[in-house]
């Protein structure tokens, strides 16, 4: 009972994620040269995209042939609250209309032309050809959950996944995708890189990030009720620390960071930790040029990483997953530490991050420059 419990609750958190990228948000990442060479002769898939109104559906289909697509394949969650408000496919009349966002569908894109003849290529060519070839759309059967075995059998048929997966739900789909050898370019919230499962992935360069900065976040449309930040043309929008994650090799990744620091000339900018033998390194902008210890940098350092000038070794965090800490806190240190903070009882939970002189600072990374003799 307890599985199943786990399974109702999991699923309605994935329907209540219900924040849906913007257009030019996708284009601004997969319109990069790595990314539309990789798609070429592929089969892609979004699989958590209603394609009544998925902007990556209508990215990928309106340029099917421009990246010479073999295949796109749609598919979504039952219960969509958008459902009919853009694209609206007849399905013949086997489902009443007045209950058909309660069900989950997959779209098939095989080829893209004029298909309603009137010499422009547009959306209304999409609904023309999926009204006119059988086996375009079609009914799951089940309510096209990610982790069913009928969407696995979709995912299979994949080369690529590019969507934007339920944050809720964003360790769970990582594994799959990892499980099932999958490349993808997918959204996540950036505080996943601190996930257990999700941070060794990037330690071992298994995904990375994207090319997007990450200044700012993004803004997603909210069909949450009651859920944005600000209202646009009617338009309801809520802003997250989201990122794009991928496995596709980007050519960012091969650029150095530039090192123009000094260590030695100024020492005091840099200083350790308690309880790591590394120094804090509070920019990324501020890695000095000649130091080879370890030093914690902040997450946003992967925006910048470069696999071939630094090493990754782990994370300041609670439970010493990378076995760095020189030194663990006792609980009564940590309540000790407390009052005299604050002058009350309490618990200053030292363990949870870098300490520098007797404060917490905020979650780092822990690297090490490499040297020559890395790579012999």
């Not at 090319?211 to 997603?220: N, Q, R």
């Not at 944005?228 to 338009?235: L, N």
């Not at 033998?277 to 910048?304: H, N, R």
Request: hydrophobic share 35%; aromatic share 14%.
């Amino acid at each position: 009972m307890a599985n199943k419990n786990r399974n109702l609750n999991d699923a309605a958190k994935a329907k209540k994620d219900e924040f849906y990228t913007q257009l030019e948000d996708i284009e601004r990442e997969l319109n990069h040269e790595e990314y539309r060479e990789f798609f070429k002769g592929k089969t892609i898939l979004c699989n958590c995209d209603d394609p009544y109104e998925s902007e990556f559906f209508k990215y990928f289909a309106m340029n099917f042939n421009a990246l010479e697509l073999k295949k796109l394949i749609v598919t979504c969650y039952a219960g969509s609250p958008v459902a009919q408000t853009e694209l609206n496919f007849d399905d013949g009349g086997t489902l009443d209309k007045k209950h058909r966002n309660e069900y989950a569908y997959k779209v098939v894109i095989n080829e893209f032309k004029d298909w309603n003849g009137d010499g422009r290529e547009d959306l209304e060519d999409i609904k023309q050809y999926i009204l006119t070839h059988s086996g375009s759309w079609e009914r799951l059967k089940g309510n096209g959950d990610f982790r069913s075995a009928e969407c696995i059998e979709i995912l299979q048929e994949a080369d690529v996944v590019v969507t934007n997966p339920p944050f809720s739900l964003f360790r769970e789909y990582v594994a799959q995708l990892m499980q099932y050898e999958k490349k993808f370019v997918i959204l996540g919230n950036k505080n996943a890189i601190t996930y257990k499962e999700i941070f060794p992935l990037i330690q071992q360069n298994k995904i990375w990030a994207g090319y997007t900065k990450w200044a700012g976040g993004l803004w997603f449309i909210s069909e949450v009720p009651g859920i944005y930040d600000k209202e646009i043309d009617g338009v309801k929008l809520k802003n997250t620390a989201a990122i794009w994650y991928t496995n596709i090799p980007l050519k960012k990744y091969l650029e150095e960071i530039p090192l123009v620091c000094s260590y030695y000339e100024n020492p005091e900018k840099y200083p350790h930790y308690d309880n790591y033998d590394a120094i804090e390194v509070s920019k990324t902008a501020q890695i000095p040029c000649d130091y080879f210890g370890v030093m914690g940098v902040p997450i946003t350092f992967l925006d910048k990483y470069n696999p071939n000038q630094f090493e990754i070794l782990g994370m300041t965090e609670n439970l010493d997953l990378y076995g760095l800490k020189t030194k663990i806190y006792t609980a009564k240190e940590c309540k000790a530490r407390y009052f005299e903070l604050f002058g009350k009882p309490g618990t200053y939970d030292l363990n949870a991050a870098g300490i520098i002189d007797g404060r917490k600072v905020y979650q780092r990374i822990l690297i090490r420059r490499r040297q020559e003799a890395d790579f012999n």
